[in-house]
Nanobody, 122 residues
Framework: QVQLVESGGGLVQAGGSLKLSCAAS????????MGWFRQAPGKEREFVAV????????TYADFVKGRFTISRDNAKNSVYLQMNSLEPEDTAVYYC???????????????WGQGTQVTVSS
């Protein structure tokens, strides 16, 4: 079992950058695949990125278009999402999640953080 807490969200101008962090507690963090998802008002939760437990595999959503980078540091029990060239359309609550399987669907994830708000002004 693992507990996840996101941080790093905030208000930025279009074209700016943010780095989101997800701190984990509990055993076996390094055995989980870690994903980032987001949910905007009135929309369903959507996949952003996933990184395998070893860091050897990474998958991004198409809308990222090279702007975001997911990484993890198992020694620090943390996963990160570096977000560059942010656009107003990126405004959403961002969640980190842990899964036993390498998937891009939210239903595959067993543990979720509380979310952190990202707001991009135009």
């Amino acid at each position: 079992q693992v507990q996840l807490v996101e941080s790093g969200g905030g208000l930025v101008q279009a074209g700016g950058s943010l780095k989101l962090s997800c701190a984990a507690s509990g055993r076996s963090f390094s055995t989980y695949h870690m994903g980032w998802f987001r949910q905007a008002p009135g929309k369903e939760r959507e996949f952003v990125a996933v990184i395998s437990w070893s860091g050897g595999s990474i998958t991004y959503a198409d809308f990222v278009k090279g702007r975001f980078t997911i990484s993890r540091d198992n020694a620090k029990n943390s996963v990160y999402l570096q977000m560059n060239s942010l656009e107003p359309e990126d405004t959403a609550v961002y969640y980190c999640a842990a899964s036993n399987a390498y998937r891009v669907v939210s239903t595959a994830y067993n543990y979720w953080g509380q979310g952190t708000q990202v707001t991009v002004s135009s």
